[in-house]
């Protein structure tokens, strides 16, 4: 069993930056592929970033290449999210999340973290 608790979320201007950073417990964290997922509200949650259980590959939905980066280290079980050049429609609460299966499909995700809300302001 995996335990995910994100940090990072806050308040920032049009063309600001923030990094989240997701602190996994759990013994076999490194076996889990991990995702960054994120819901606005009235809006369906989505997957916007993924990254294997190696680091080695990674996936960034289309909206947020060139902008966001995820990365993970596994000897402090920690996953991030680096965001810059932020838009006011990436206002939403986002969720870290730990997938067992396929980590770019966004229903075989098994454990979720409480969510952070990251407010980008115009």
């Known amino acids: 069993q995996v335990q995910l608790v994100e940090s990072g979320g806050g308040l920032v201007q049009a063309g600001g930056s923030l990094r989240l950073s997701c602190a996994a417990s759990g013994r076999t964290f490194s076996s889990y592929g991990m995702g960054w997922f994120r819901q606005a509200p009235g809006k369906e949650r989505e997957l916007v970033a993924a990254i294997s259980w190696s680091g080695g590959h990674t996936y960034h939905v289309d909206s947020v290449k060139g902008r966001f980066t995820i990365s993970r280290d596994n000897a402090k079980n920690m996953v991030y999210l680096q965001m810059n050049s932020l838009k006011p429609e990436d206002t939403a609460v986002y969720y870290c999340?730990?997938?067992?299966?396929?980590?770019?499909?966004?229903?075989?995700?098994?454990?979720w973290g409480q969510g952070t809300q990251v407010t980008v302001s115009s």
């Open positions: 999340a730990a997938s067992w299966g396929n980590y770019v499909r966004s229903d075989e995700y098994d454990y």
